[in-house]
C-alpha cells in the first residue's frame, strides 16, 4: 500500500442540524477544515437534504466531499443504521427509500409521544415537531424538550428513563428490513456500510451472523471505528471485516460539540495497513 494513503485525515460520519445534529452543514465543513480533514461524508438521518450546502462548502474549503446519508434499517426485529456511500443524485432508489423513511419518522413521533403519554409525560408531540423544525424529527428532539420542560436533567436521562429501545419496544420493527432494501441498493453502486456495530444489542455470535448475512445481501463495508470506542472493540470489528472480506469505513458520528472525542475528524485509529478501507479510492 501506498505509504501517502495511510495518514489522510477522513471522517465518513457525521449529522448536521438536518437530522439530529447542531451545526448547519457549512458549520460542520468549517470544523473538518479545522481539523485538516481532507475527505468528509455528511451522512444525516435519513435525509439528502444537507448535501446541497455541504458540497458548496466543501468546495470552498478545499474538502473532498463524498456523498452519505445513514439508513434506519431493521434486521430480526432489531433497528440498526446503515451508512450508504458515494451515491450519485439521480440514484432513485435511494431516494426512495430515503422518502419512506421520512414518512415513518413522523408516523413514529406520534406513536413516541403517546408511549410517552402512558409513561406519564406530558403529550410532547407538538413540541417536539417545532424542536425539529426543518430537520428530520427523531427520538433527540422528543429528548431536547424534555429536558427544557425540566422532566429530566439529560438527554442521556431522557434516553434512558423513556426514549430508549427497550423503552419504546413497540417501536423497533417500523424501519425496512435489510433484505428489502440492501440487495436493490447494491446494484447502483454505492457503497453500504453497516454502522457502529458494538452499539446494537447483540452478542458476537449474532453480531457476526448479522455481518455474513449483510454481507451475503450485498453489503460491502463495516464502520470498524466509531468516534470513542474502545480499541478492544475496534481490534475485534476489524478481525470480523478481515474474516468476511468486507471494506472498512470509519467516522466520527459527530453530532455537536460535546466531549473532546467528539470532534469532527476523530475516531480510534484503525489498523488500516491490514484492512481494505473504502476511502481509498476517494484519495
Ligand atoms: P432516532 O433516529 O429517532 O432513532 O434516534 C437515534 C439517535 O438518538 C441517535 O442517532 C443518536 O444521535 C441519539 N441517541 C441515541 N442514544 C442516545 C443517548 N443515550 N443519549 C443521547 N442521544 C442518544
Ligand atoms: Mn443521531
Ligand atoms: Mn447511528
Ligand atoms: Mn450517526
Given at each position: ?8 485525515r ?14 448547519t452543514?457549512?458549520e ?6 479545522e481539523?485538516e ?15 446541497e450546502e ?18 434506519s434499517?431493521?434486521?430480526a426485529?432489531?433497528p ?54 426543518p ?17 429530566v436533567?439529560d438527554?442521556?436521562k ?10 419504546l ?6 424501519w ?16 453500504l ?32 471505528s ?6 478492544q ?8 471485516a ?30 488500516e ?11
Amino acid at each position: 500500500m501506498q505509504e501517502s494513503l495511510l495518514h489522510r485525515r477522513i471522517d465518513l460520519h457525521t449529522h448536521s442540524n438536518c437530522s439530529d445534529g447542531m451545526l448547519t452543514p457549512t458549520e460542520l465543513l468549517t470544523k473538518a477544515k479545522e481539523q485538516e480533514v481532507e475527505l468528509f461524508s455528511l451522512t444525516d438521518h435519513d435525509t439528502l437534504t444537507g448535501l446541497e450546502e455541504a458540497a458548496i462548502a466543501a468546495k470552498a474549503l478545499g474538502i473532498m466531499l463524498v456523498p452519505g446519508v445513514e439508513l434506519s434499517v431493521q434486521w430480526a426485529g432489531i433497528p440498526l443504521h446503515m451508512v450508504v456511500l458515494g451515491f450519485d443524485q439521480s440514484n432513485d432508489v435511494l431516494a426512495s427509500i430515503v422518502e419512506s423513511n421520512q414518512k415513518t419518522r413522523l408516523e413514529r413521533a406520534k406513536r413516541i409521544a403517546q408511549l410517552l403519554v402512558k409513561q406519564g409525560l406530558p403529550d410532547l408531540y407538538e413540541k417536539a415537531v417545532i424542536e425539529a423544525g426543518p430537520s428530520q424529527i427523531g427520538r433527540p428532539h422528543f429528548a431536547r424538550v424534555m429536558v427544557r420542560e425540566g422532566l429530566v436533567k439529560d438527554d442521556n436521562k431522557a434516553f434512558d428513563q423513556y426514549l430508549g429501545n427497550k423503552r419504546l419496544g413497540k417501536l423497533r420493527d417500523v424501519w425496512p428490513n435489510l433484505e428489502d432494501i440492501v440487495p436493490d441498493l447494491a446494484v447502483t453502486g454505492c457503497d453500504l456500510v453497516m454502522a457502529h456495530p458494538k452499539r446494537y444489542p447483540l452478542t458476537l455470535t449474532k453480531l457476526k451472523r448479522l455481518m455474513t448475512h449483510f454481507s451475503q445481501l450485498g453489503g460491502n463495508a463495516m464502520e470498524v471505528s466509531s468516534g470513542n470506542e474502545n480499541p478492544q472493540s475496534v481490534r475485534m470489528l476489524e478481525t470480523i471485516a478481515r474474516d468476511l472480506g468486507l471494506g472498512v469505513s470509519a467516522g466520527s458520528d459527530f453530532h455537536g460539540p460535546y466531549g473532546p472525542w467528539c470532534q469532527v475528524g476523530k475516531f480510534t485509529p484503525i489498523q488500516e495497513a491490514s484492512l481494505n478501507p473504502i476511502w481509498h479510492k476517494w484519495l
